[in-house]
């Protein structure tokens, strides 16, 4: 059932597997791809009990040495204060230029590996082993890697891409409910953005959230190529590539007013683009069918946002922090029709306020 999906990117191309044996593969595909034979794995508390055993095991098969390097789990841990430990954890392990990093878990440790990869000795290969839904159909793939400031998410990174990603969509059978969900707020989003996902989704919504294999499998691997068509086209954001930021600039503002804390990623993401698709029905931009749909879809889902505590300032402050922001302006992917997203830059304050006062109403 593995699918291999090619980002295209000259001598910087690189393969997705996404299957269901990936993590007992991922010794051979390292080999494959002419990596070296050391690895530091880095993952978090929550999967190195359920997948880190796996990991090394499937390395050693293959001939690779690894170290590892446990960090606590949760967003809060993509800091300077992580990053600093887990440089400094590995230089006490020895860890040298002719390694490479194995980042194994969601979203969270694909970002702050990553970015140790890309920095730790001037840079180390790395591969994307992702064990969550939003990190298999999104994060893991495309380079992008960070850690978040206090004053905003993701102000601190780079663009490296992996050597290879290797997604085994049986590691989503150990996923809560909730996390579930969030990866569905990254599917909904290639939902607007491709023609004919958001059916697959609308359709099987019941088989998602039950994370049906051969389902998930359809849908992260539609995910995936869509991503790699928009980055093979503009790697490094500076057009098409924007449109992925769909529903992330309120999730952004959503996500640091609450500290990191509350909403998970993806479940921010729901929340933005049912108010950036709000915010285009209301210029006239899109049809009000569009927002009925994303919030139809959304009603289907076991999704609890507290909007109620949240201070409207909190909210705004990130937004104008946005890296995405040009000339001072913040910078939207909003929503015409499915299959058309553009990018505006003229969105009001006023506009944005009234889209988290219609979020307020619509989570109440």
């Not at 446990?70 to 204060?81: D, F, N």
Request: with cysteine.
């Amino acid at each position: 059932m593995t699918k291999a999906i090619e980002v295209r990117l000259g001598e910087r191309t690189y393969a997705v597997f996404i299957g269901d044996e990936e993590l007992s593969r991922l010794g051979e595909r390292t080999v494959d791809a002419g990596l070296p034979a050391s690895a530091v794995i880095i993952t978090d508390s929550n999967v190195a009990g359920l997948y880190l055993l796996t990991t090394r095991r499937a390395l050693e098969a293959a001939g690779v040495r690894s170290v590892t390097v446990v960090t606590p789990a949760g967003e809060s841990q993509k800091s300077l204060r992580r990053f600093n430990a887990i440089l400094t954890e590995m230089l006490r392990k020895g860890v040298g230029r002719d390694w490479f990093v194995v980042a194994l878990g969601g979203g969270v440790i694909g970002d702050l590996a990553g970015f140790v990869a890309a920095t730790y000795m001037r840079g180390l290969p790395y591969v994307q082993v992702p064990t969550t839904l939003l990190a298999q159909v999104d994060s893991s793939v495309g380079g992008k890697v960070g850690i978040d400031h206090r004053l905003g998410k993701n102000l601190v990174g780079a663009f490296h891409q992996p050597r290879l990603v290797c997604a085994d969509v049986r590691s989503l059978s150990t996923l809560p409910a909730r996390e579930v969900v969030s990866g569905l707020g990254e599917v909904v989003k290639y939902g607007l953005i491709e023609e004919g996902l958001l059916e697959l989704v609308e359709e099987n919504v019941d088989a998602l959230l039950a994370v049906s294999p051969e389902k998930m499998l359809e849908v992260a691997q539609r995910c995936v190529r869509t991503k790699a068509e928009i980055i093979e086209a503009d790697e490094r954001e500076s057009g098409r590539r924007m449109v992925l930021n769909l529903g992330h600039t309120i999730a952004h503002g959503l996500e640091a007013a609450t500290r990191y804390s509350k909403l998970r990623h993806g479940e921010a993401v729901l929340a933005g683009i049912a108010a950036e698709t709000w915010i285009a029905v209301n210029r006239g931009t899109a049809e009000s069918a569009l927002l009925d749909r994303v919030t139809l879809l959304l009603g289907k889902l076991p999704l609890t946002i507290d909007l109620a505590h949240l201070r409207m300032r909190d909210i705004l402050k990130p937004l104008r922090l946005d890296k995405k922001n040009r000339g001072g302006n913040v910078r939207f992917a909003l929503p015409r029709k499915i299959g058309d997203v553009v990018i505006v830059d003229d969105v009001s304050e006023q506009e944005i306020i009234s889209s988290i006062e219609f979020l307020r109403t619509l989570f109440r």
